[in-house]
């Protein structure tokens, strides 16, 4: 087993959704336990309401602590796309031991509807990122690594899907995203049966609300952040970094029996 602080010494991941919040933070824990890194994402740059400060991207990070990274552009809703980035994996490094599906997009913080006036465009473009990609990652991500020699700890691989709080319980006007992240476990659960027996980890993290561009339409409205702040009994709103120690943590040989689990880091929101 490698040790605790290089904990994915020689293993090659591909993190979708890298160029920012909680994929970016993910990667760069990855990088500093000297993971091989293929970062993923519809553009290379983060969004620009982004939370970060560095203006570097996220491979040219990954690389500035000493990791072998490369980006590698690709639309997860697109089978073709998510084909020829495991490819790109396996050309570039050998095998894929890790895949964090984690690219996903949100419209309910910004333009909450009930589900009587809910834009037929969001469900559509919601349900093709955050189901059917995190299902192609899983499909894709799978036949490569059923097909490759185990590791030394028996396992052929490590899949973690980033599903949500809202994939455990409902909240008002957001029919798409609680939708899918309902179904990202309800994946996450049968790809588990399915890779068992080939000793391929598959699980969910389950983040209560976070830190990203993709909450930061929140910020501005205090009301709205205290609400949120106060449906998480632990410290408020988590970080990034927060989440991408829970996905390290089931991305490794720690994680040894655990497969077909939606873990919450949510400073204890789902507990209510
Ligand atoms: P973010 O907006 O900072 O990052 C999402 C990334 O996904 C962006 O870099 C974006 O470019 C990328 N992306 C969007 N569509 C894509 C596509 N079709 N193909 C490839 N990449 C695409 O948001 P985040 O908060 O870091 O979100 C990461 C994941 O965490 C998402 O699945 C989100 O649903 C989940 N999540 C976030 C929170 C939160 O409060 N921030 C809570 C629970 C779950």
Redesign the pocket.
């Known amino acids: 087993m490698s040790t605790p602080d290089r904990r994915l010494t020689n293993k090659t991941a591909i993190i979708?959704?890298?160029?920012?919040?909680?994929?970016?933070?993910t990667a760069l824990l990855f990088a500093r336990h000297g993971c091989n890194l293929i970062c993923?994402?519809?553009?290379e740059d983060?969004?620009p309401d982004?939370p970060e400060a560095t203006p570097l991207t996220t491979v040219a990070e990954c690389i500035s602590l000493g990791a072998r990274a490369i980006f590698v552009k690709?639309?997860?809703?697109?089978a073709a796309?998510v084909e020829a980035l495991i490819a790109a994996a396996v050309s570039g490094f050998g095998r894929l031991d890790i895949m964090v599906?984690?690219?996903?997009?949100?419209y309910d913080g910004a333009d909450p509807q009930p589900i009587w006036e809910y834009p037929d465009e969001h469900w559509d473009h919601t349900i093709?990122?955050?189901l059917k990609?995190v299902f192609l990652g899983c499909k894709f991500a799978a036949k490569q690594m059923v097909g490759q020699e185990p590791g030394a700890s028996g396992d052929r691989g490590w899949i973690v899907n980033?599903?949500?709080?809202?994939?455990i319980g409902g909240t008002p006007n957001s029919a798409s995203?609680v939708a899918?992240?309902h179904g990202?476990l309800g994946l996450t659960k049968t790809v588990a049966w399915d890779c068992a027996p080939h000793r391929i980890h598959v699980n969910a993290?389950?983040?209560?609300?976070?830190?990203?561009?993709?909450?930061?339409a929140f910020w501005d409205n205090k009301d709205v952040r205290a609400r949120l702040d106060g449906m998480h009994p632990f410290r408020g709103?988590?970080t990034?970094e927060d989440?991408a120690r829970a996905v390290l943590f089931l991305a490794s040989e720690e994680a040894s029996w655990i497969t077909g689990v939606g873990l919450p880091v949510d400073g204890g929101y789902s507990s209510m």
């Not at 690709?74 to 697109?78: H, L, R, V």
């Not at 599906?101 to 949100?106: E, L």
């Not at 993290?205 to 930061?216: D, F």
């Open positions: 979708t959704g890298a160029s920012s919040g909680i994929g970016r933070a993923s994402d519809i553009r983060a969004r982004r690709a639309d997860t809703s697109s796309e599906n984690n690219a996903g997009v949100a093709a990122v955050n990609g980033m599903a949500s709080v809202l994939g995203y899918s992240k990202v993290v389950c983040p209560g609300y976070t830190a990203t561009s993709m909450t930061a709103l988590g990034p989440i």
